[in-house]
C-alpha cells in the first residue's frame, strides 16, 4: 500500500500563505519565468516558453521526449529481497499511474504536460491528491510559472512550525488568485539540470540565443515568401522623378508584384523604366545555413539527435548510424528523465517495498528485429540459460498462454562419452505458489 504522509501544514493553521512572510527566496530569473517575461537575446526576439515552441525544432524535440515518455506505460512492483520483484497488479496506484492520473487527464496526456513543463521551464510539478487516510490517489500537473519554491527557513516555518530548515515548500497561485502552501511531500517535482536541486535550470534561458536566432531566420524566410520570392529589385528611370510620381510608382508595384498571390506575374514599366535584379547580399545566402545550425544546436541543448526530428542534412536518413543514435538517445537522454521521475514516484507515493518504474521494452515494440533478437536471447538455446519462457515472451506481444510454455530454457549438458545427461526441466511458480503443467 501507498504510504500515509504527514504534512506538517495540516498541524498548525500558521502555515496557510497568506500568513507567510517571504525573505529571500525568488530571484529576478525566477520572477521572470513565473510571469512569461521573455529573456532579452541578441536577435532581438522574445524568447518565452510560448515563442520557443513556435520555432520547429524546439517543438519538435519537446514532442519527441514527451511522447517517448508517455509512450512506455509505468508498473507498479513489490521488491522481494535484493534483487527480486513482483508485479503488484492490485496496487491502487497501479492504474492512476498507467491510465488515469487525475479525472481529467489520461496518463499519456499527464507524462506529454510533465515533461513539457520539465523540459521548457525547468521543473515538472504535479500536486499529489491524498484521502484523509494520507493515501496518494491522484495527480494533477502544474504549470511552474505559477510555482514559486522556498526553503522552510525562508518562510520561518522552521522556528513557526518546528520542520527543518531546508524542508522545501510550494506556493502555488491558482487562476482565480488564490493560493495555497503545500509541504514537499504533497508535490511531486523533478526539476531539470541545477545549481542547488530547489528549481532546475529553463532550457529557454539556457538556450535562448539560439531559439531566438532560429525564431530570427524563420520571420525573415517568412518575410522573403511574402514578398513572392522577389529578390531585391530596383527600378531606374532615366529622368528624375517627380516625388509624387516615386510615391505611385512605389505604391503601384507593391500593390501589383509583390506577395506570393502576384508571384511570376510580368512585370510592365513605362517612361523608360528598367528592372534591375540585386545580387543577393551574403547574409542572405546564410539564411538556410544558419537555420539548420539553430537546428542542431537546439538539439544539443535538449539531447536529441538531429535526425530524430527530421535534420537529415548530414545524416543517412535509414540504417545502422539512425539506429546507434536512437540508442543514444535512450540512454543518455530518455533513461536520465524516466530514472529522475521512478526516483520521485518512490520517494512520495510508495513505501513498503512497492515502487514504479516505466516499462521502456514499449519503446521498441514497433522494431520487431531488435525486439525478435531479445526474445531469442531471453527463451535461451541448447547452450545458453534462459531468464523468460514461452509464455512470458506471449504475454508481452499480447498472446495467450500455450501449454508446456511455462518451462525455462536450459544447457544440454554432455557426459565423457558425449551422451545428454538429463537434466530437471525449471519452471516458473505460479502466483499462488504451485506449479505449471509440465514434467517435474
Not at 280 to 299: G, K, N, P, T, W
Not at 360 to 375: A, I, N, P
Not at 392 to 417: C, F, S, T, Y
Amino acid at each position: 500500500m501507498a504510504g500515509m504522509r504527514r504534512n506538517p501544514l495540516a498541524a498548525r493553521r500558521t502555515g496557510r500563505p497568506q500568513n507567510a512572510s517571504v525573505s529571500g527566496g525568488a530571484s529576478f530569473s525566477d520572477f521572470s519565468e513565473l510571469f512569461g517575461m521573455g529573456a532579452p537575446v541578441a536577435s532581438g526576439q522574445v524568447v518565452t516558453p510560448e515563442s520557443a515552441m513556435r520555432f520547429s525544432a524546439v517543438f519538435a524535440c519537446v514532442r519527441l521526449l514527451g511522447g517517448a515518455v508517455a509512450s512506455a506505460p509505468v508498473k507498479v512492483y513489490l521488491r522481494e529481497g535484493t534483487e527480486q520483484r513482483q508485479l503488484a497488479h492490485g496496487h491502487p496506484l497501479a492504474d492512476v499511474l498507467r491510465l488515469r492520473p487525475n479525472r481529467f487527464m489520461t496518463s499519456t496526456t499527464f507524462w506529454k504536460t510533465f515533461v513539457a513543463h520539465k523540459v521548457l521551464q525547468g521543473n515538472g510539478y504535479a500536486h499529489i491528491i491524498r484521502e484523509r487516510s494520507g493515501e496518494p490517489v491522484g495527480l494533477y500537473p502544474l504549470n511552474p510559472r505559477n510555482v514559486v519554491v522556498y526553503w522552510a527557513w525562508e518562510l520561518g516555518l522552521d522556528q513557526r512550525l518546528g520542520v527543518e530548515r531546508n524542508r522545501l515548500f510550494y506556493r502555488v497561485t491558482f487562476e482565480d488568485g488564490k493560493a495555497r502552501l503545500y509541504d514537499q511531500d504533497d508535490m511531486l517535482h523533478v526539476p531539470n539540470v541545477g545549481w542547488d536541486g530547489k528549481r532546475g535550470l529553463s532550457t529557454i534561458s539556457a538556450a535562448g540565443q539560439g531559439i531566438g536566432l532560429g525564431l530570427a531566420a524563420e520571420e525573415s524566410s517568412a518575410r522573403f515568401f511574402s514578398n513572392g520570392m522577389l529578390s531585391k529589385i530596383a527600378l531606374t528611370y532615366p529622368g528624375k522623378l517627380d516625388p509624387k510620381v516615386t510615391d505611385d510608382l512605389r505604391e503601384f508595384f507593391d500593390a501589383r508584384y509583390t506577395g506570393t498571390a502576384n508571384h511570376h506575374r510580368p512585370l510592365l514599366l513605362t517612361e523608360g523604366g528598367e528592372a534591375k535584379t540585386l545580387s543577393m547580399s551574403a547574409e542572405d545566402a546564410q539564411l538556410i545555413e544558419s537555420r539548420q545550425f539553430s537546428v542542431i544546436d537546439i538539439c544539443r541543448f535538449f539531447g536529441v539527435p538531429p535526425v530524430m526530428i527530421g535534420e537529415t542534412e548530414k545524416t543517412s536518413s535509414w540504417g545502422s548510424g539512425v539506429e546507434q543514435m536512437a540508442r543514444w538517445f535512450t540512454t543518455f537522454t530518455l533513461n536520465d528523465h524516466l530514472t529522475a521521475i521512478e526516483q520521485e514516484l518512490e520517494a512520495k507515493l510508495f513505501r513498503d517495498g512497492f515502487f514504479a518504474e516505466f516499462d521502456e521494452s514499449e519503446l521498441t515494440r514497433g522494431d520487431t528485429k531488435t525486439r525478435g533478437e531479445f526474445y531469442r536471447i531471453a527463451r535461451g538455446s541448447m547452450q545458453e540459460p534462459g531468464f523468460m519462457t514461452t509464455n512470458e515472451i506471449r504475454a508481452a506481444e499480447g498472446l495467450p498462454p500455450i501449454d508446456g510454455g511455462d518451462e525455462l530454457q536450459h544447457p544440454v549438458k554432455k557426459d565423457e562419452n558425449g551422451q545428454t545427461v538429463e537434466t530437471p526441466t525449471r519452471q516458473r511458480p505460479k502466483p499462488d505458489g504451485g506449479h505449471s503443467q509440465g514434467t517435474g
